[in-house]
Structures are given as C-alpha cells and as structure tokens.
C-alpha cells in the first residue's frame, strides 16, 4: 500500500521568508500527486496536482511543487510567504494500482507565518 | 453553488451510542469517501463509496458502518465498536481523480 510522508510537522517563518515543506512517497508504480490546503476554520482545498508532463506544477496563491521521480519526492515551494499562508499542509498521493481510485494523505505541516 | 454539505458541524454523544454523520452532495459525483482527522495524524480512510449501493473498507473502517443508497448521500455511523470516536470526520466526492477531491466542512464528533 501507498504511503506518504511529511516531515515537516510544524513549520515557522516570518513574512517575505521562502518556504519548501518535504513530502515524500512510497510507491513504485505511477502516481498523482496533489497538495491540499485547510485554512483555520475552512474546506480543506486543492493547491496543486500532478498527473505527467513537466514535473514542476504552479498550483494557486504562488504555490508551485516539483516531481522527483527519482526521489520519490513532491515539495511545496513558496518563494515569499504571506501571513494568509498561516494553515495546514497536507500532501497526498493516489497511486495507478488497478483498484478503486482513493488518496493516501500525509500527516500534514502546520505552517505559522509571523508578522 | 454545488458542493458538499456535513451536518451538523458539532455532534455531542455519550459513550455507548451509535451517531450517524451525514453527507450531501449536489455535484453528481460518483465517488465518496469518509476521512477521520486527528491532530498529528493527518487524514485517514474509513470508508469510500465508487457506485451507489456498493462501497469499500478503507484503512480503519472497524467500528464504523456506511451506506450509499442514493447517488447524493454518504452517510456514516459511528457504532459503539469505535474505541476512540472523538474526532474531526471529513466527507468527500469527486467525478474523476485527475480533478481532485471536494471536500466538506467537516463535523467535529465529542464522545463523552
């Protein structure tokens, strides 16, 4: 089965600081990949995904993430950080297994971003 | 607006009583899936649905129950087998993965 790590569980910076939040994947077949988002006291909602193509995706608010087939490995990046980033990081990973489509999450980042 | 609807957003029960937590959606997705979420723990499986009246255990489906006899709800129950049923539940639909998931507001379930 799939699994997904973040290693990152609580992350703090100041505004205008760049940001990379690890994630890393088991699975050594054909995967999506996506980062969730879940603001204090909202959905949680889609930041990015990637299906093929070019391994580095642009996701909403600045977000971007790059695929490392190699490294099994699907990093946020932000290059300057505002304070209405301060929420909750969530990777996840839907892997091609022939079987019904389901998504394996992270244990999450919680990133607090200071004035 | 379509979306996905959890009610009620707070749930209070004692120990010993099965709760049931419902999930609305108005997207016409085929799929549906229940997530617990607990601090540190991040999201985890109960219980998806791909078609109506056909659903599949997730990864800590003990001490929950589902049904899916309609295309639109999703609804779960909590029995009284579930050791530590306090938790945040997430509901989720989607027509296709490559479109991600949409998710509800959640309902935030206090076992005393």
């Given at each position: 089965a799939q699994s997904v790590s973040q290693h990152n569980h609580h992350v703090i910076l100041s505004e205008a600081a760049s940001l990379e939040l690890g994630c890393n994947y088991s699975y050594g077949g054909t995967v999506n990949l996506f980062w969730y988002v879940q603001y204090p006291g909202q959905h949680l909602q889609l930041l990015l995904k990637y299906f093929s193509g070019d391994p580095l995706v642009k996701g909403i608010k600045g977000f971007e993430a790059e695929f490392i087939k190699s490294k099994f490995s699907f990093n946020l990046r932000k290059p300057s950080v505002q304070w209405s980033d301060t929420a909750?990081?969530?990777?996840?990973?839907?892997?091609?297994?022939?079987?019904?489509?389901?998504?394996?999450f992270g244990t999450g980042t919680r990133l607090q971003v200071t004035l | 607006d379509g979306g996905i609807t959890q009610s009620p957003k707070y749930l209070f029960r004692k120990e010993g009583q099965n709760v049931t937590l419902s999930c609305e959606q108005n997207l016409n997705h085929d799929a549906m899936y229940w997530y617990r979420q607990d601090p540190g723990q991040g999201l985890r499986?109960?219980?998806y649905s791909q078609i109506v009246n056909d659903f599949q255990k997730g990864d800590i489906a003990e001490g929950y129950s589902v049904s899916r006899e309609k295309k639109e709800s999703f609804p779960l129950t909590v029995t009284s087998a579930q050791k530590n049923p306090t938790a945040f539940y997430l509901c989720a639909s989607t027509r296709d993965s490559f479109y991600g998931y949409t998710f509800g507001s959640g309902t935030r379930l206090t076992v005393v």
């Open positions: 909750e990081y969530f990777c996840a990973v839907n892997a091609h297994t022939g079987t019904a489509s389901k998504l394996t | 499986l109960i219980y």
